[in-house]
């Protein structure tokens, strides 16, 4: 799954405009220091929006962040400018753990490797495509929020 080029760029963008900001906050005086605070504040809260968005969510389908590939399960980070997707055999997931926009991949018992994941996607949204992808006595063999 390739990132779409404007979300690079507003991943990129946003914090080193919000970085200009805060140095401008930070020399300016008066007017200039709130008018930095104030749009410092509105970009945050616009580009958090965004990424929480259902067009945000459009743009990156759960069918393109999670697939199956015969027995491996693929998961793609939205995270991370060109980082590889995690592909794991899917009888070595331990556990998943759910929340608002997070899933959490857990492959072994006790101290075991964990991967995080920030999708813009509902948690039943996401339970309902691994347990597609999965299957039914996967999904149901795999622990939940431990």
């Given amino acids: 799954m390739q990132r ?3 979300d ?3 991943f990129l963008g946003v914090p080193a405009f919000l970085l200009a900001l805060f140095i401008l906050n930070i020399t300016a ?3 200039v220091k709130l ?3 104030l749009g410092s504040v509105g970009l945050c809260i616009g ?3 965004y990424l929480r968005s259902r067009r945000f969510g459009n743009r990156y389908p759960i069918e393109k962040l999670i697939e199956k590939d015969g027995d491996f399960v693929v998961f793609h980070f939205l995270q991370g400018l060109d980082r590889q997707p995690l592909r794991v055999n899917a009888n070595t997931i331990y556990a998943l753990n759910f929340s608002h926009h997070y899933l959490g991949v857990i492959l072994e018992s006790g101290n075991g490797k964990v991967f995080d994941f920030h999708y813009p996607h509902k948690e039943a949204v996401i339970k309902a495509r691994l347990q597609v992808v999965l299957g039914d006595d996967g999904f149901n ?3 939940k929020n431990v």
């Fill in 35 to 37: 008018a930095a605070t």
């Fill in 141 to 143: 063999n795999v622990k």
């Fill in 29 to 31: 005086e008066g007017e």
């Fill in 47 to 49: 580009f958090f929006s």
């Fill in 4 to 6: 779409k080029p404007i």
């Fill in 8 to 10: 690079k760029a507003l």
